[in-house]
């Protein structure tokens, strides 16, 4: 099974001046992150308009970054086996919560738009997939003769340059720019209402070991990553992966990402890959509607089940209920694990179906 997992490499040094953080302290009002379905053209423009003067504006963090090539970065660093922020563990709902919600701050101090927020992808309505990949928001599925280069809407190629790419390693093509093949990885459906319900019907946060090996039957969280039938975790090339049985299945969060992004030929030794298989997935701006509807899930969860995490201790660093969290301890953020629970005390909240 081809491993798709986040490469990552050494944080780079931050810059002098921060970003506005996200809060714990609640405002008086709740902006709401609506389904891409029920986005006004406007609101559809500013998303738009917003993430392409990011990519255009100078990271405070590294200038060495673009704005969003920063959130690419780190992203790709997350899952150095030294690190272990993001995925295949307990955090990967807060990590991207509290991911979202800086994302959403930058869009905002680089437009000038106080009110913009990040829509959400519902996967099981068909609806929502229109619109996301309408050709004046995501652009549609790449063109074949072009090798599945995307060659409509705003990131086209041409438009939308990918400056962080994954190393060689990972992806001996290294496209800079937007590759999507959809079904030619996961050939099925995108996750289904049923899947969905059967996600918010477990009833713990997670489970020991609390990475990929929990059992996803008992783990919302690994239910929900969607790994399955995995034997062992592994650390090859300094980097977080696992170890499957044959034939395991690509489920809900993963499987969108494959779904999306394509692996192909099918056995071929250097295949060519899809942006939102590799590490630095959010090359492709759909990855933000992708995990805002992830963290959609969660707070639904939530409502359901209560504001619980588990673990509370006894794990590395950033993976206990009062942890801080990679990188965003390092440019001076220190909410914590818990301080992610309750999405009013962030400020936000989602448009009912």
Request: contains cysteine.
């Amino acid at each position: 099974m081809r491993r798709v997992v986040l490469l990552v490499v050494l944080l780079a040094a931050v810059g002098a001046l921060a970003a506005p953080a996200a809060s714990p302290t609640a405002p008086v009002t709740l902006l709401v992150r609506k389904d891409v379905k029920d986005l006004t053209p406007q609101e559809k423009a500013d998303f738009v308009n917003a993430i392409l003067k990011l990519k255009a504006t100078p990271s405070p963090y590294n200038p060495k970054f673009s704005y969003y090539d920063q959130f690419v970065w780190w992203h790709r660093q997350a899952f150095l086996c030294t690190i272990g922020a993001a995925h295949m563990s307990s955090a990967f709902l807060p990590w991207h919560r509290e991911f979202l919600l800086l994302f959403e701050n930058a869009l905002r101090q680089v437009s000038g738009n106080p009110n913009i927020t990040i829509p959400y992808w519902d996967w099981t309505d068909p609806n929502s997939t229109a619109a996301v990949f309408a050709p004046d928001f995501m652009g549609g599925m790449g063109v074949a003769s072009k090798n599945y280069a995307v060659m409509n809407g705003p990131f086209r190629k041409g438009k939308w340059r990918l400056n962080v790419v994954d190393p060689k390693a990972n992806d001996p093509w290294g496209f800079h720019y937007l590759v999507r093949n959809f079904s030619t990885f996961v050939r099925r459906n995108l996750p289904t209402t049923n899947q969905v319900a059967r996600a918010l019907g477990r009833s713990k946060y997670d489970v020991g070991p609390y990475d990929a090996m929990s059992n996803p039957s008992e783990s919302f969280r690994n239910y929900l990553e969607g790994w399955r039938w995995v034997k062992r975790m592994t650390c090859e090339d300094g980097l977080m992966g696992v170890v499957t049985r044959k034939g395991a299945p690509h489920a809900m969060h993963n499987a969108v990402h494959l779904w999306i992004g394509g692996v192909w030929p099918k056995g071929s030794k250097k295949p060519y890959s899809g942006t939102m298989t590799l590490n630095t997935s959010l090359n492709d701006p759909v990855f933000w509607l992708h995990h805002a509807n992830i963290d959609r899930i969660w707070s639904q969860w939530e409502a359901l089940h209560g504001e619980q995490y588990q673990p509370v201790s006894g794990q590395r660093r950033g993976q206990n209920l009062n942890d801080t969290m990679w990188p965003y301890r390092n440019v001076g953020i220190q909410m914590t694990i818990k301080d992610t629970l309750d999405i009013s005390k962030l400020g936000y909240t989602y448009a009912a179906p």
